[in-house]
């Protein structure tokens, strides 16, 4: 299962900033996915770890889609805020 990490469409960008909005500081803690969720991150950075030990990164400005079914461990290394959206 892949992250997908890019750079919002100007579209993408306006459409979520009708989204909801989370914040955490920094931390780590398991998650799974039980829908799918696209996000953007306001601000902060963060490093995912997959079950089969790969990496992933991605901050401030990136669109992130995480897969339904997704099981990792998320390390906030500077707070995060990101407007998101499940389904």
Known sequence: MD???RKPTEEEQKEAESWG??????????WE????????????EVEV???D???????A???VVFPK?????WKITKPVKKYYKFG
């Open 69 to 73: 079914g997704l099981k990792c461990t």
């Open 61 to 63: 400005g990136d669109y």
């Open 33 to 44: 996915y039980s829908d799918k969720e696209t996000c953007i991150l306001i601000g902060g």
């Open 21 to 30: 909005i989370w914040e955490k500081e920094v931390s780590e803690f398991p």
């Open 3 to 5: 992250i997908e990490v």
């Open 49 to 51: 770890t997959l079950e």
């Open 53 to 59: 030990r790969s990496k992933v990164n991605f901050k």
